[in-house]
């Protein structure tokens, strides 16, 4: 399959870990390494100065208030697609960066392919579903929380419903627009106002919601990932 080469930055305060990424990921076909910065000043200095398609970062590094890096980052660049790499597992703060717009959550422990993995992965514009994705996404329900029980059920189309679980399969939306016979400029209004509708900001979001509702059906196309989720549910 050809892929589009992809501008990729790299934000870590470690040295050594930042310019052993960049090397590794350098001689990956496709994937230019245009920025490494040791800080989030660094860094927005220098995407003044450069176009980045996806943002690898650690959130966890000294003086840096990680929830206010990310609405800095949605805000100015809302198109740079963020991975976070951290050692930090906590499930609370990584579904709350899910729910924040990121687009993976990485482990400084996982393999060099998990990392490949999730950087195609948001370059197409998905969400990389490894199991700290899962695991946080059901973080709610095993604590019996149910985030929309206050604003009660809200109808939606069948249309709208068959989107949902068309994101949850991890459908692109030229691929949803070809099963449901609609432009791709079509799909991208109806996700918007579907996530108005709910009232979430993110497809994390979208996805939370059809899960508590039973609008989602989960088939799980990877027994490790539906084994940690029945342990938790």
Not at 13 to 34: C, G, P, W, Y
Not at 102 to 131: F, Q, T, V
Not at 132 to 153: C, H, I, V
Not at 159 to 173: C, H, M, S, V
Request: glycine fraction near 6%; hydrophobic fraction near 40%.
């Amino acid at each position: 399959m050809l892929r589009k080469s992809v501008n990729l930055a790299i934000v870590d305060d470690h040295s050594l870990f930042r310019k052993t990424l960049k090397n590794f990921l350098s001689e990956q076909a496709n994937i230019n390494v245009t920025i490494q910065a040791s800080d989030m000043f660094d860094l927005l200095n220098r995407l003044k100065l450069s176009s980045v398609d996806i943002l690898l970062m650690d959130l966890f590094m000294p003086g840096l208030n990680g929830n206010d890096a990310l609405k800095t980052l949605r805000t100015e660049y809302p198109s740079m697609k963020i991975l976070v790499l951290s050692m930090c597992t906590d499930q609370e703060f990584i579904s709350e960066l899910l729910s924040a717009g990121i687009h993976g959550y990485l482990s400084k422990s996982d393999e060099p392919d998990d990392l490949l993995g999730a950087i195609w992965a948001a370059a197409d514009g998905k969400i990389y579903r490894n199991h700290y994705f899962t695991e946080a996404l059901y973080r709610d329900k095993q604590n019996n929380f149910d985030t929309f029980s206050q604003g009660g059920e809200i109808s939606l189309s069948d249309r709208e419903k068959k989107i949902l679980q068309l994101i949850w399969e991890e459908k692109g939306n030229k691929e949803i627009a070809d099963e449901l016979f609609l432009g791709i400029r079509s799909v991208e209004k109806i996700r918007q106002a579907l996530k108005e509708k709910i009232g979430v900001k993110s497809t994390i979001g979208m996805l939370k919601y059809g899960i508590k509702r039973k609008i989602i059906g989960l088939n799980f196309r990877n027994a490790d990932l539906a084994d940690r989720v029945a342990r938790i549910t």
